[in-house]
């Protein structure tokens, strides 16, 4: 079984920043792709960021050059810094991963959801 657990999400002003982290545990070989969503209410879940194993990224047309996405792969972590932040991203992020079981095959997990709220 493989969690992803994130933090890092709170309120905060706009034109501020907050850094998510989100963690992946659990019993798996390896991870490819990780990514942030996110989900605004009354609207769907979109893509903020995603970032490839060989570290190859790529970013919502609204967030590119106020959000960065990285990872650490011998903490199999991901994160999403973001800075100028706008009250348009106020929502709730999840990440998810894409993860190797112990046969090699690939399946997406996703997190429990951390909330941003940004205040005008």
């Known amino acids: 079984q493989v969690q992803l657990v994130e933090s890092g999400g709170g309120l905060v002003q706009a034109g501020g920043s907050l850094r998510l982290s989100c963690a992946a545990s659990g019993s798996f070989l390896s991870i490819n792709a990780m990514g942030w969503y996110r989900q605004a209410p009354g609207k769907q879940r979109e893509l903020v960021a995603r970032i490839t194993g060989g570290g190859n990224t790529n970013y919502a047309d609204s967030v590119k050059g106020r959000f960065t996405i990285s990872r650490d792969n011998a903490k199999n972590t991901v994160y999403l810094q973001m800075n100028s932040l706008k009250p348009e991203d106020t929502a709730v992020y999840y990440c998810?991963?894409?993860?190797?079981?112990?046969?090699?095959?690939?399946?997406?997990?996703w997190g429990q959801g951390t909330q941003v709220i940004v205040s005008s």
């Open positions: 998810n991963a894409q993860v190797a079981d112990r046969s090699w095959n690939y399946r997406i997990y």
